[in-house]
């Protein structure tokens, strides 16, 4: 495993023990697409296109928990 795979699983390691004690209604996976994507994106002249991929997946975890939600 090398250094910047670790300092991932790390940092997504951190995330989660956050998002089940703060915001465990948020699902973990978000989380993880969110980190995905801003390491892929992490240099500076692609971060434009992190930024936009973040957005898009959070609007679409929203919309589908809202229709979760008018489901029920």
């Not at 971060?47 to 679409?60: F, L, M, Y």
């Amino acid at each position: 495993m090398n250094k910047e795979s670790n300092n991932l699983d790390e940092i997504k390691q951190a995330l989660e023990k956050i998002r089940s004690e703060k915001y465990p209604n948020i699902s973990s996976e978000l989380f993880d697409s969110i980190v995905d994507i801003q390491f892929e994106y992490l240099e500076s002249d692609s971060r434009s296109k992190g930024r936009e991929r973040t957005k898009k997946i959070i609007k679409e975890y929203i919309e589908n928990d809202i229709e979760g939600a008018t489901e029920c």
